[in-house]
Each structure stands twice: as structure tokens, then as C-alpha cells.
């Protein structure tokens, strides 16, 4: 089959190295890729946002299938705009995608549904944002409303610092547009697991729980990134509180997106906190997570495709989806200075050595070819992942490999995983 994937991170690399492992071949092209991804599939220069562009190729190079990685085009409005041209594409339309892009939204969907979550009120006007803050308990949430890299997010211990993220957000629109209506939110206590699930519309089928590690240092110190690592299965996520997500979350989301007129096709990602009275949606997102694709993918066993056409044909009640029973670890390696200020253009060694690995796969994410080297190309560089019969035999391999692979600056975590031994 001829397919689309859109984006060019590690999490699209991931998604296309399982497309590729299925028996059968496929044609796989990638707007825009990177480096590694460009070893697998072929990289074409247009950007993941490009939604006219991408239609001009996917017609002109009789694509078959559209998958699509990231969240932009699908709040943009990629989806639709396929489906008004009759072109084959696997993601929420932008009316459902909104689940993600405004998290007042989301609030007030979970609210009327009955969906455990932070208690919440949304703002539009500053003054009451700053009156409902100082009359609240600490610490506090902070969230622009749309979308903003996950970085929009300040969790507060004080009034004034508050007072400093509401001004940040409303007035100086530090997020942009997506700032300028707020939620402010209770601040949940536990363990935060990610569930990310199938769906096509009616039917909901999660795959195996990932924990992340959102904070750029050890043991969680230091600033907000884009995702430092991964590891799956997850201890604290037990049975119990599987089928209570299950039936409490995930099932009555899928439906109300449907009765509400917006039908979920895609897939769908539950951010969790575990908390003492019980599981609780801190976020949804409409998309594949990153870096928690990365691990779950190591341990998917059906074929991808044939998950992912009967999300998009609305069968999915039909398949069994297997998974090995195994575990998986991602470790991020990053440029020194990310999530702020960073160099690129260094030259990546030690990436051959893992080329025809079975248990150790680099998933690339800001990299570029120069020459017939391998250079940095943005604050996440690596997705370094192991998989292994248990999450500390993974966490071994992949802290491995990330010990033999440099470039001037590289950074990573050096405590991922540890909590799920
Ligand atoms: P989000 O962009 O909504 O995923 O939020 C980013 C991170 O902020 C989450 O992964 C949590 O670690 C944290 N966070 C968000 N909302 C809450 C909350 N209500 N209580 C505690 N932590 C939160
Ligand atoms: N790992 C969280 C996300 O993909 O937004």
C-alpha cells in the first residue's frame, strides 16, 4: 500500500518502523521526516502543516492512506479537508480534534459527561482570573487554552506566581491567541500514567499504559519539555484501575463524542493521574503521544496497518490486537540547553552500531543528513529505546546505547524507568 505519514518526530519514526515490520511491504512517504526516518520510508519537504500541499502530493502520487502524527494539522483541519476531497486519512476532524486544541472544551465535555477530572473554571477576563486565584487553594494549575506544545501549563505555589501566569498568559500572550482565555484547575496528587487507545468512532480499544517524564532533569527537576522518556507496562496501573478506566473513562468519552455529533476516529490519548480517590484526566490528547508511541510500539504485535484502516473504516470491534508480553524503555537524548536555547548541526556518532539491532532501535527526532553524516537538528534528538522481558533488562539496554551514541552537548535523563522496576 502507498501511505502518508505526517510529522517528523520520533514518535512518526516509531509509527513507520512498525509499519514496516508487518510481512507485507509497504510504500511509505513522510512529510517532512528526518534523518532516520529517511532510511526507512522516503521524506518529502513539506511541512506537517502544509494541509494543501500534502493533498497536492497524496493526489498527484496516488496515496492510499494518510496517517498523521501530530496535533497542528489535525486541529487545523486536515481530516476534513481530505475527506471533503475524498482522499483516505486516519485522524479526528477538527471538531473532534478539539478535544485537545482547547482544554476549556475538554473541561466542559468531562463535566457534562461525568468524567473524573481537576475541578476547573475557565476565564476570559483577568480580573476574574485573578479574584478566583487569590480565593483558592494552593498549589493551583494554570492552563492556556489551546494549544501550546505542552508548554502552557504552570503549576503554581503561591498567589503572586498566580497573578504572574494569568498576566503571562492573558496580557502578554506569551502562548499567543492560545492564552488569551484560561482554565485554572486544582492541582492533582499521584502517579501520572498515559493511555493511549484506538477508536473509530464507536468502538475504543486501549493499548498498553506508558508513564513519561515531562521534566527536562532527573528526578523531575528543571523546566517543562516535550517529553524526556518512556517506559511500558506500568506497575501502578493495575488491573483494577484498568477496568475502572476503561468503563469510566475511555467508554463514556468515545460515546458522548458521538452523541455530541463529533464521532472520535483516531487515536485517542488519556493522560492520567492516579490519584487517592481514584484516576482522573488531567488531559486528552487526539493524536499518538510522544515519547510514549515510542515504547508502546515495541510492544505491539498485530499488524499497525490493519489496526489503523479499521480505525479509519469503522470496524475496529473486529480485530484482536495482541501485544508481546514483554517490556519497553525510550530515553530521550536532547541538545544541551533544550527545552530553552540550544546549537544545532553536531555530528551524531555511534548510530551504526544499533542499525541491525532487534532489541535496540533509535527512533530519530530533530536530525538531519549532511553528507554522509548525521547532524542535530532540533532540542529533541533521540528516542534511544530498548525492549526486554522486563523494564529493568530494557532500561539496561537502552542506557547502553545511549552511553555509545554522541554529539557535543547531548543530555539525558538518567532516571527513567527506575520507578517502574
Ligand atoms: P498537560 O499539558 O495538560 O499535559 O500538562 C502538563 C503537565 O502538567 C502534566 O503532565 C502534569 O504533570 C501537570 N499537570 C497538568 N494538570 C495538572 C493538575 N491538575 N494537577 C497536577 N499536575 C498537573
Ligand atoms: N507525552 C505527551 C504528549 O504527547 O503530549
Not at 129 to 135: F, R, S, V
Request: hydrophobic residues 40%.
Amino acid at each position: 500500500m502507498r501511505l502518508l505519514v505526517v510529522g517528523g518526530g520520533a514518535r512518526e519514526h516509531a509509527i513507520i518502523w512498525k509499519l514496516n515490520a508487518a510481512s507485507k511491504k509497504h510504500e511509505i512517504y513522510c512529510a517532512p521526516g528526518n534523518a532516520g526516518i529517511g532510511s526507512e520510508a522516503h521524506c518529502i519537504d513539506i511541512s506537517a502543516s502544509d494541509i494543501e500541499g500534502l493533498i497536492a502530493f497524496v493526489e498527484k502520487n496516488h496515496i492510499e492512506f494518510t496517517i498523521v502524527g501530530n496535533e497542528e494539522p489535525l486541529s487545523m483541519g486536515i481530516v476534513d479537508r481530505f475527506n471533503e476531497r475524498g482522499l483516505k486519512i486516519l485522524g479526528p476532524t477538527k471538531s473532534a480534534a478539539l478535544i485537545e486544541a482547547s482544554k476549556a472544551f475538554s473541561k466542559d465535555f468531562m463535566e457534562r459527561n461525568h468524567i473524573p477530572t481537576a475541578k476547573y473554571r475557565t476565564f476570559s477576563n483577568r480580573e476574574e482570573a485573578l479574584q478566583y486565584a487569590e480565593d483558592s487553594d494552593y498549589p493551583l494549575v494554570i492552563k492556556a487554552d489551546g494549544l501550546a506544545l505542552g508548554k502552557g501549563v504552570i503549576i503554581c505555589q503561591t498567589f503572586d506566581e498566580a497573578a504572574t501566569a494569568i498576566d503571562e498568559m492573558m496580557v502578554m500572550e506569551k502562548f499567543g491567541g492560545s492564552g488569551r482565555k484560561i482554565v485554572i484547575e486544582e492541582f492533582l496528587e499521584g502517579e501520572e500514567v498515559s493511555v493511549l487507545a484506538f477508536c473509530d468512532g464507536r468502538t475504543a480499544i486501549p493499548m498498553v499504559p506508558a508513564q513519561d517524564y515531562k521534566k527536562a532533569m532527573d528526578y523531575d527537576k528543571g523546566l517543562n519539555t516535550g517529553g524526556m522518556g518512556s517506559f511500558s507496562p506500568c506497575k501502578v496501573y493495575t488491573k483494577e484501575i484498568e477496568e475502572f478506566c476503561f468503563e469510566r473513562i475511555l467508554k463514556p468519552t468515545i460515546n458522548a463524542m458521538r452523541t455530541e455529533g463529533r464521532p472520535f476516529q483516531g487515536i485517542l490519548f488519556l493522560g492520567l493521574i492516579l490519584t487517592q480517590k481514584g484516576p482522573k484526566v488531567i488531559e486528552y490528547n487526539a493524536r499518538f503521544g510522544d515519547p510514549e508511541t515510542q515504547s508502546v510500539m515495541l510492544r505491539l504485535k498485530t499488524d499497525l496497518l490493519e489496526i489503523l484502516l479499521a480505525c479509519q473504516e469503522g470496524t475496529l470491534d473486529k480485530i484482536k490486537i495482541q501485544w508481546e508480553d514483554n517490556a519497553a524503555v525510550c530515553v530521550v537524548m536532547a541538545s544541551g540547553g533544550y527545552p530553552e536555547n540550544y546549537e544545532k548541526g553536531f555530528e551524531i556518532k555511534g548510530l551504526n552500531f544499533y542499525k541491525s539491532s532487534q532489541d535496540i532501535i533509535i527512533f530519530h527526532a530533530g536530525t538531519k543528513e549532511k553528507g554522509t553524516n548525521i547532524i542535530t537538528n532540533g532540542g529533541r534528538v533521540l528516542s534511544v529505546c530498548a525492549r526486554g522481558k522486563t523494564i529493568e533488562e530494557a532500561r539496561n539496554k537502552a542506557y547502553e546505547a545511549a552511553e555509545t551514541i554522541s554529539f557535543d552537548g547531548a543530555f539525558y535523563r538518567k532516571d527513567i524507568a527506575l520507578k517502574g522496576i
